[in-house]
Nanobody, 124 residues
Framework: QVQLVESGGGLVQAGGSLRLSCAAS????????MGWFRQAPGKEREFVAA????????YSADSVKGRFTISRDNAKNTVYLQMNSLKPEDTAVYYC?????????????????WGQGTQVTVSS
């Protein structure tokens, strides 16, 4: 049993920055890979970034590479997504996810628990 709660979303102007947080509670966290996904209206959920159990390996989607950074603080049971140089096309609901595996993966099927999502809106 794992609970994930995202926070930090909001409205920001293009070119601005936001930091999303995902706080985990329950039996597991520090040994598990974590991911961030997003979903815009009328579109499928898509991969954004992922991180392995220790934070030593990360993956990012091409659309956000160089702008978004995933990190984690296992002592705080929290994973972060630092979003810089935001664009209107980044507007979506952002979800964090936890995998029972220790290594990161790209697909949503790799992940077993999901947060409720936090809205990010980028205005031009």
């Amino acid at each position: 049993q794992v609970q994930l709660v995202e926070s930090g979303g909001g409205l920001v102007q293009a070119g601005g920055s936001l930091r999303l947080s995902c706080a985990a509670s329950g039996r597991t966290f520090s040994s598990n890979a974590m991911g961030w996904f997003r979903q815009a209206p009328g579109k499928e959920r898509e991969f954004v970034a992922a991180i392995n159990w220790s934070g030593g390996s990360t993956y990012s989607a091409d659309s956000v590479k160089g702008r978004f950074t995933i990190s984690r603080d296992n002592a705080k049971n929290t994973v972060y997504l630092q979003m810089n140089s935001l664009k209107p096309e980044d507007t979506a609901v952002y979800y964090c996810a936890l995998s029972l595996r220790s290594t990161a993966g790209y697909g949503s099927s790799w992940y077993d628990y999901w947060g409720q999502g936090t809205q990010v809106t980028v205005s031009s």
